[in-house]
């Protein structure tokens, strides 16, 4: 299996940086920051330590488990604390986005609480969108066949995208 990097590690924080400071620019009040399992959470705790640079205030990476590939047949888990969603901006962070289905049962879920939006942020958009999601901060839009797939993981450099 051939493998071809797509974004580096500092390619990688950059974007990640850049995203960080648009929400910032696009957003007001009070944000919630939610990674899904695993990568999109670590991605998430990588933003949240960009956003508290640039706000000079505290934020916390929050996390949701959802069955990807059954969405349906269980409800996502969260860390997140009711009382938080209360008026608040929830940014939902992926590592890649292919078909937008992980997307839009996972903000489905969001949507029971009382939150003033949903954004979504991912570090890969491979533009095969099957469900109405596209997302608000986007690292790389990528156009990539059916047969390509896009893994984000962690290298002994740190976070790197490649190209399977």
Do not use: W
Not at 6 to 30: F, N, S, V, Y
Not at 122 to 148: A, C, K, M, Q, W
């Amino acid at each position: 299996m051939t493998r071809k990097s797509i974004l580096q590690p500092i390619d990688i924080h950059r974007k990640l940086e850049r995203m960080a400071l648009e929400m910032l620019e696009r957003t007001e009040g009070e944000l919630i920051i939610v990674g899904i399992e695993s990568t999109g959470f670590h991605l998430a705790e990588i933003i949240t330590r960009h956003l508290e640079t640039y706000a000079g205030k505290t934020f916390r990476a929050y996390r949701v488990k959802i069955d990807k590939s059954n969405p349906l047949m269980s409800m996502p888990q969260t860390d997140v604390p009711v009382e938080l969603f209360d008026g608040a901006t929830l940014i939902l962070v992926d590592d890649v986005q292919n078909s937008g289905k992980t997307m839009m049962y996972t903000i489905r879920h969001f949507l029971q609480y009382p939150v003033k939006s949903v954004q979504t942020c991912v570090l890969v958009d491979r533009r095969h969108n099957s469900f109405p999601v596209r997302s608000d901060y986007i690292g790389l839009s990528l156009s990539t066949t059916l047969e390509d797939h896009v893994v984000v993981e962690m290298s002994d450099k740190g976070l790197e995208a490649c190209l399977v």
